[in-house]
């Protein structure tokens, strides 16, 4: 694959970069994250520091976003290594392909759902998101669980979202959106790049790239309060992380994120926020 190696530069990555970047980084996500490669939801009153059980409970609110049935069909766009798509079948029933722009992640997806006994119904296959090999109106549903954030050209991807959801059918979008710029002229500090196109578009400026890709906006739900203790559950996991990468490479840049963690743990507390959005793409065009 051609590129850069070096992911502390911080130019926009391209959606090969962020394959290796998930490839080489397979083990240590799942020491760190566990099954789910996401933020958890704390809602008011709980107070398990479990960040399973929150990431868990984030799935479960998309699900309902999502209020599919068995004869349904759900694209999930950058599925991980398939945790939420199992959880779903299970909750909803629904049918589901799950693509990813990471090879490695499909075997451990695959491996989830035949383990949890929903591999008929549940299936994982690389593609990218912004050339989608599906025929037009194929779903009733897309989910984007913190994948828009991932897309060096996220009008694509979007309109892509759009093309091959039925008329009538639900975007559910789950991801970062920036609260608080840097301030104008400020350099972010090198270590922040590290995890690739991280830095997401304010509020306003993503809904209307939802808009824009021809989608009515139906609910735009602001969890980032009850999101936030994921950071801190994030360092209490990484502050116990042993790197034991195969490769050398994988090695030294799970160590380079190891080490930005608090940096963009640090940075992603006091300039994002996190968002559930629903959209509807029109019934007649
Ligand atoms: C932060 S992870 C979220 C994974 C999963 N949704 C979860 O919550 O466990 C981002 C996912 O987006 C995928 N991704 C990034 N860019 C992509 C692209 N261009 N096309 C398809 N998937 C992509 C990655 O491979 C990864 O699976």
Redesign the pocket.
């Known amino acids: 694959m051609e590129g850069r190696t070096d992911l502390t530069d911080q130019s926009t990555f391209t959606?090969d970069e962020?394959?290796m970047f998930?490839d080489q980084l397979e083990e240590f996500f799942s020491a760190v994250l566990g099954e789910?490669?996401?933020y958890g939801y704390w809602p008011d009153g709980i107070d398990s520091p479990s960040l399973t059980d929150a990431q868990d409970r984030l799935t479960a609110l998309l699900g309902e976003k999502l209020a599919l049935g068995p004869e349904h069909r759900l694209l999930d766009?950058?599925?991980?290594?398939g945790?939420?798509a199992t959880l779903l079948a299970e909750a909803l029933g629904c049918d589901i392909t799950g693509?990813?722009?990471?090879e490695r992640?499909i075997e451990a997806a695959d491996q989830r759902a035949a383990a949890a006994g929903v591999a008929d119904r549940v299936r994982f296959q690389l593609?990218?998101?912004?050339g989608m090999p599906f025929a037009d109106d194929e779903f009733d549903a897309v989910l984007a669980?913190?994948?828009l954030l991932?897309?060096p050209d996220k009008k694509r991807a979007l309109a892509e979202e759009h093309r091959v959801l039925r008329p009538g059918g639900l975007l559910v979008i789950a991801d970062f959106f920036e609260t608080k710029p840097l301030p104008p002229g400020t350099v972010p500090d090198a270590a922040v790049d590290v995890l690739p196109n991280h830095v997401p578009p304010p509020l306003d400026e993503m809904t209307g790239l939802v808009r824009e890709a021809g989608f009515e906006v139906t609910e735009v739900l602001d969890i980032t309060e009850q999101t936030r203790r994921s950071g801190e559950a994030i360092l209490a996991a990484i502050g116990s992380y042993r790197p034991a990468v195969d490769s050398v490479q994988g090695k030294r840049i799970a160590e380079q994120v190891q080490q930005a963690i608090p940096l963009i743990v640090e940075h992603a507390q006091e300039h994002t926020g996190y968002v559930v959005l629903t959209a509807r793409k029109a019934v007649s065009a």
């Open positions: 959606a962020v394959a998930y789910s490669i996401h766009v950058g599925c991980g290594t945790r939420p693509i990813t722009i990471a992640q593609a990218d998101a912004m669980l913190e994948s991932h897309m």
